[in-house]
């Protein structure tokens, strides 16, 4: 399928260079308007009960969560209609989501706090910084983040795997593994 008869949508997520002057850009600047709104409202809110946070967060996702979602926020993204919750998942406050990529959070993940999860990043050569590329992320099942861990485009965290606080995550990191560091190394073996 040819790229013009694509949505900018599918080919973000298919991993197309999009330019902010692409003619289509302006749908993905209404999205991120729509995800700066509503988790303002979300950072606002007074919170009594998850319910609430789970209900502005499926508004934010374009998706329903489940009910068994835990969220605490504050909670930041640039977009919003990539992100994918499992069941049973736990986010910390003050994490950061730049979903533009798509990030998935299977069953049972870990978020610890200030974690940021980036799917999108610039080219390097000066002429076409302004040009993004965007990766996903995805958080297999029983996959944990310590406080502070930075995530970059196009990582899968594996089932069980550990990732030490203030890791920053530039490659796949395998099942029933701890890694830690900067840039984050196997440190040990589940």
């Known amino acids: 399928m040819e790229s013009h ?3 900018i949508f599918e080919r973000e997520l298919a991993g197309e260079v999009i330019a902010f002057d692409d003619p289509d850009y302006p749908q993905i600047y209404a999205i991120i308007r729509k995800a700066i709104r509503i988790t303002s409202e979300l950072n606002a809110m007074r919170v009594d009960d998850n319910a609430q946070v789970n209900q502005v967060l499926s508004e934010l996702t374009n998706h ?3 009910d068994s979602l835990f969220l605490i926020p504050p909670f930041y993204t640039d977009f919003g209609h990539n992100i994918r919750f499992g069941k049973h998942v736990f ?3 003050a994490c950061t989501f730049m979903d533009r990529g798509g990030i998935t959070l299977e069953d049972n993940v870990l978020i610890g706090p200030k974690v940021n999860l980036i799917t999108t990043n610039h080219l390097t050569e000066p002429g076409q910084r302004r040009s993004t590329v965007s990766l996903p992320i995805v958080l297999k099942q029983g996959a944990w983040l310590g406080a502070n861990v930075t995530v970059m485009p196009g990582v899968t965290i ?3 795997a550990i990732v030490g606080a203030g890791a920053v995550v530039t490659k796949d990191v395998a099942a029933n593994t701890i890694v ?5 190394r196997v440190v040990k073996h589940l």
């Open 158 to 160: 594996g089932e069980n």
């Open 180 to 184: 830690a560091g900067v840039p984050a």
């Open 5 to 7: 008869s694509r949505t």
């Open 64 to 66: 329903p969560v489940d």
């Open 91 to 93: 986010v910390n406050h």
